[in-house]
């Protein structure tokens, strides 16, 4: 391997360009085969980049820079050489240099284009082809990088030599070039999509502060472009149409963006935030030629979704029609040719690399359809969502079928209520009336998880359905749907549950599915259905006309009386456990009990008989295995039921209590079981006394379901309950994204403007150096948890006299960090560093795992950079010597000794590797349970004040209790509750989060404070403890966490809390209940003494007390007293704990009483 490196480096140092040329090919070959080829990059660079070479050796010398790491020298040398190359007369060789602009590293471009903007300027007006190729197609590539429209905020001039190049690349779009026109459409396509996908923290290169400027520069160079394309539309129309039909798919995005964005309106936005003095309408004619446009350009795309053969092309097309037929005025037709070409391409199992962009397309456009096609695709698109693999992407098509369907259902009704004609097919039975749906939906064994999910997405749906719907924009896909629903639901506030009433008549078969122990999908059924029973309220039967119901509510009723008796039917065919009780409770809390015959009383399909007949069934399962059922959970569920039965009818109460008296003999029952027996028996007793009293034991219904796994106190781990949670979070995410998408930034910005809240807050920064050194350097990071990257900006101060002509700044990595490109280190060189003025770079790093992490910064500083002058080479040398001529040209001045000194670390704090989880704090206190790795520790802090003034006087105020605890609200944690009692007892907080890697960390801190022991001196020092219980779903995040818990501490509170040791903390503890002990002793010695009259028989009282008590403890002791039980005594601090959730989950509940009053 020597040898053949060797032979590459002796061949680029010939002048012969086809050795040249081929020494680089064999790098290439090498560099392929993961071969280290840093000192042959090394030799390319100097002897081929920075030197006269061909233009093919010039390109695989960049070609192989590109795929290898230069240290900061090379790339000054690269720069210096690209310097050379844009004066070069060949243009081939121009337009090698030019392509690799958009390879140099992002701190050193700046500097480059604003040295070089003449010669990139004229490389627009060349008569080579090939150079206004690639000076557009790099442009193109950099100029809507964030970077660079950061480098604009603070020099105006480069500013306006880069929208003068935005202009000429929009001229080239109309270039003679084929080539250059195609890469022109496409450089303009790429800043439309920049702004369109626009994260306001994701930057490109080094991460900056994204200020408002640079949002408005980047929104004008977009205006500019919208209306540079609309003016010449026509032309540009022209252009593409001779293109060849390879490259016309490049010039369909950048003409439809901005036709839709004026004919939307939304460039009239966009120009207000770019706040340019230029503003100006940009259709003269209003409407009419927005619609005009519209027009022509479907005319201009419509021919190509028939007569073309390339997929990618009819799919381009599609989209980009699709989304003109969104605008105002746009037709249905024009959405149903796209869509029909687009699902063509699905049947002739074309372009299968995109099926599920094919089906994202259809699912998310279907509303642009009239209702008879939105009808006639639905099977298909159904059996289309079925076969796709990924299941995000399935979540999302199912839940806009599922939106669509209740779309189709209410404008077909709203519509016949109208006076329109009824359209066939639009309830939700025809829609789901498949035979494959069927055939799953009535399955009991099915292995399909599609049914469980398709039943869980319409339940969920309805009840999306059922709340507010979401403020409806001016523009945008969601608007038509947003009306559609609000068009459907307008004619009542109950309209959404006829919707619903048709879902749970088409899923009523899911009750009787075996699904393995899994129960999501039939709760959700079971929890629509009791919502419906509470608002039709059918425990007390069907309303009538003189009752003031109309006929619709009649109908309704009526048909979910009948489903009732259905599903008491369908009772004996339940598969699953652990539904049967479920669905016990559900009927018994909603049945109409007045409405059964008299006569069936014996009849066996009489509905109570055969409610009464599985209650017995479920008190008796004793056999089942716990990992197929909640006997607990049963029991208390049918013990409810009867409770409910017997109260409410007589029938039921004569023949419950013989049941009731069963159980409570049987073994399994145990004390709580037989109380509560007790109770039922004695409560159906006084109602059968009371007769007369219609209301007797009768308690309302609140149309809840208690069953849901949010309300459970026991949970079962095993396969079935993680399949069900994570069904669930899919079901969430797609119904939330769907329903309740939260707003992106930029939309943000273009309904509100800009304000604070979206605009970052440079941090303060950290002093690295010592206060004697020559250089002053300080630093402050921003993490961007999108792309899990961190970036450490430094200002570097030249304190001492003499300018310094050269400056390395060198930057290591410990922990989980890792530099983008892989090198070891990151360099940068700064030259000609005047005195006391101040000079920034930047460091980006990638985070690799969750671990404790620190940036090394070392700096080297050359005094004598420049001082040696090269050696002057006078003698008489050959002219054709190509190595003289090379050390004749570039002259290296001497370095010199550097002054070394090394920086502080740049420590990361661990709460920069989290993010804020929002979860409900039901949600928190079931999983926190479940949660396996955990780690605590105690902190103190001091605060001013005690006694008074910490309690009675803080009513009004903030508590001192929580000051050192202020810095935890600029946290990347989420609150999930709080709550604080303002006296001695404390308080309990509880966040959430989770890291950048997935993994969900819990906190609770609670704390109660020490009152000195002289509460009247006042405002003195007082400790304050603090636990802190960290629980996580991995190990190694407590671990690393433990490993340094001070540390932590520090990153919580921004080093307001001391860590205390355990030892400490029971030797504080210890004393305190010494000191307290010794207190309670002087107080019995100087409390008075009794009366001597009384004290022989007081003493006489407190002996046979002190017996009782010892004999009842033998007795207990002995295990004879008392049977099996369930009541255990909980410790204090339990007590406590319960307590603080209890006021913790009160809180919320006000909490949101008052948001809901607030909306």
Known sequence: MDILFAQIQADLRSNDALRQSGALLQALQQCAAGRDISVIAKYAVEEIVASPASAVSKKLAFDLIRSTRLTADLWETVCSGIRNDLDFPDPDVTAAAISILAAIPSHRLGKLITDCNKEISACFDSASDNLRFSITETLGCILARDDIVTLCENNINLLDRLSNWWNRIAQNMLDKSDNVSKIAFESIGKLFQELETKRMSRLAGDKLVDTENSVAIRSNWVSSMVDFVWKRRDILMARSLILPIESFRATVFPLVYAVKAVASGSIEAIKKISRSSKTRNTSDSGHEESFVGVSNMVSHLAPFLVSSLDPALIFEVGINMLYLADVPGGKPEWASESIIAILTLWDRQEYSSARESIVRAVVTNLHLLDLSMQVSLFKKLLHMVRNLRAESDRMHALACICRTALCVYLLAKENVRRGQKPLVGTDIASLFEDARIKDDLHSITSKSLFREELVAMLVESCFQLSLPLPEQTSSGMESRVIGALAYGTGYGALNWTEPALEVVEVCRPCIKWD?????????????????????????????????????????????????????????????????????????????????????????????????????????????????????????????????????????????????????????????????????????????????????????????????????????????????????????????????????????????????????????????????????????????????????????????????????????????????????????????????????????????????????????????????????????????????????????????????????????IPLTELLVPHKISPVEYFRLWPSLPAIVECTGTYTYEGSGFKATAAQQYGESPFLSGLKSLSSKPFHKVCSHLIRT??????????????????????????????????????????????????????????????????????????????????????????????????????????????????????????????????????????????????????????????????????????DRRKLN
């Open 984 to 1153: 001695v007892a404390g308080f309990q907080l509880c966040y959430a989060a989770k890291t950048l890697f997935g993994g969900f960390l819990g906190m609770m801190i609670s704390g109660a404070s020490e009152v000195s022991r002289n509460v009247d001196l006042g405002d003195e020092t007082t400790t304050m403890i603090c636990k802190f219980v960290v629980r996580a779903s991995d190990a190694s995040i407590t671990k690393e966490i433990g490993s340094d818990l001070q540390a932590w501490m520090d990153d919580l509170t921004d080093g307001t809390i001391a860590y205390m040791p355990e030892d400490e903390v029971k030797e504080a503890a210890a004393e305190r209940l010494r000191i307290s002990m010794e207190r309670i002793a002087l107080l019995k010695a100087a409390r008075p003494r009794r009366k001597s009259s009384t004290s022989d028989d007081d003493e006489e009282k407190e002996e046979d007390e002190e017996k009782k008590d010892t004999e009842h403890k033998d007795y207990e002791e002995d295990g004879k007293g008392k049977g099996p039980s369930t009541l255990f005594k909980l410790t204090a601090e339990e007590v406590e704990h319960r307590a603080l959730q209890a006021a913790v989950l009160q809180e919320w509940h006000m909490l949101c009483k």
């Open 515 to 907: 699904c393995d122990g899994r129960t999501y999908a039939i709760d959700c059924y079971l929890k629509l259905l009791v919502r419906l029973c509470y608002i039709y309220d059918t425990r007390g039967g069907v309303k009538r006309v003189k009752d003031g119901a109309s006929q619709d509510q009649i109908l309704n009723e009526t048909r979910l009386q009948n489903l009732q008796r259905e599903l008491v039917r369908d009772l004996r065919e339940v598969h699953t456990p652990r539904i049967s009780g479920r669905l016990l409770w559900a009927i018994s809390e909603h049945i109409n009990l007045e409405g059964l015959d008299p006569l069936l009383a014996d009849d066996p399909d009489d509905p109570l008989n055969i409610i009464l007949t599985n209650i017995h069934k479920v008190l008796c399962n004793i056999d089942s295995s716990p990992s197929t059922t909640n006997r607990l959970q049963d029991v208390q569920a049918v013990l409810l039921c009867a409770q409910l039965l017997g109260s409410r009818n007589a029938r039921a109460g004569q023949l419950l209590p013989k049941e009731l008296e069963e159980f409570r003999s049987h073994p399994s029952a145990d004390s709580v079981n037989k109380h509560q027996c007790r109770l039922i028996l004695q409560r159906i007793k006084y109602v059968s006394s009371h007769s007369d009293d219609k209301w007797a034991g009768v308690s309302e219904t609140r149309g809840d379901y208690p069953f849901s796994h949010h309300k459970l106190t026991v949970q079962f781990y095993d396969a079935s309950a993680a399949q069900d949670r994570k069904l669930e979070g899919l079901i969430h995410k797609a119904i939330l994204e769907l329903w309740r998408p939260d707003p992106s930034e930029l939309t943000q910005l273009l309904a509100k403007g800009i304000g604070l809240n979206l605009i970052k807050v440079t941090p303060s920064a950290i002093t690295l150096t010592g206060s004697s050194d020559p250089c002053y350097v300080e630093g402050y990071h921003l993490t961007d948890p999108n792309d899990g990257r961190i970036t450490l900006h430094l200002k570097v101060l030249n304190l001492t006299e003499i300018e310094l002509n050269r400056v390395d700044i060198r930057v290591g990595l410990s922990g989980g960090l890792y530099f983008m490109d892989g090198s070891p280190q990151a360099v940068r060189q700064l030259h000609d560093v005047v005195s006391q003025e101040p000079v920034r770079c930047s460091v980006t790093v990638g985070v690799s795992h969750f671990e404790r992490c620190a940036l090394w910064v070392q700096v080297l500083y050359y005094p004598f950079h420049g001082s040696g002058a090269p050696e002057d080479y006078e003698g008489d040398y050959s002219e054709e010597d190509p190595q003289i001529m090379r050390q004749r040209r570039c002259p290296r001045p001497e370095l010199g000794d550097p002054v070394i000194f090394r920086c502080l670390p740049y420590k």
